[in-house]
């Protein structure tokens, strides 16, 4: 059985920080990829970041270079996605997912948590 759960968002200021967390057992272990997508209301769900299996891979999304890191522990086996500079723009749910592959579209991740909300104010 897999559970991915994530943890960590929240309602912030335009500018401000938040650090979400997904804790991954059962099938997900250290060996997958994993990685971060997000959701706004009307639109199509799109990949933020993504971390290989040891970290030394990411990729992230373009409008969120420069502002957002992603790291694992591995001795945990959880992900975490560092949000900082926080946009209006940012506000979605934030999943995150699992895979064999390293790449941001969301089709080639059969593991998925149920989401946290990021809500950004201007």
């Known amino acids: 059985q897999v559970q991915m759960v994530e943890s960590g968002g929240g309602a912030v200021q335009a500018g401000g920080s938040l650090r979400l967390s997904c804790a991954a057992s059962g099938v997900v272990d250290i060996l997958y990829y994993m990685g971060w997508f997000r959701q706004a209301p009307g639109k199509e769900r799109e990949g933020v970041a993504v971390?290989?299996?040891?970290?030394?891979?990411?990729l992230f999304g373009d409008s969120v270079k420069g502002r957002f890191t992603i790291s694992r522990d591995t001795d945990k086996n959880t992900l975490y996605l560092q949000m900082n500079s926080l946009k209006p723009e940012d506000t979605a749910i934030y999943y995150c997912?699992?895979?064999?592959?390293?790449?941001?579209?969301?089709?080639?991740?059969?593991?998925w948590g149920q989401g946290t909300q990021v809500t950004v104010s201007s």
């Open positions: 971390i290989s299996p040891r970290g030394a891979s990411s």
């Open positions: 997912a699992a895979g064999r592959t390293l790449t941001l579209s969301p089709s080639s991740y059969p593991y």
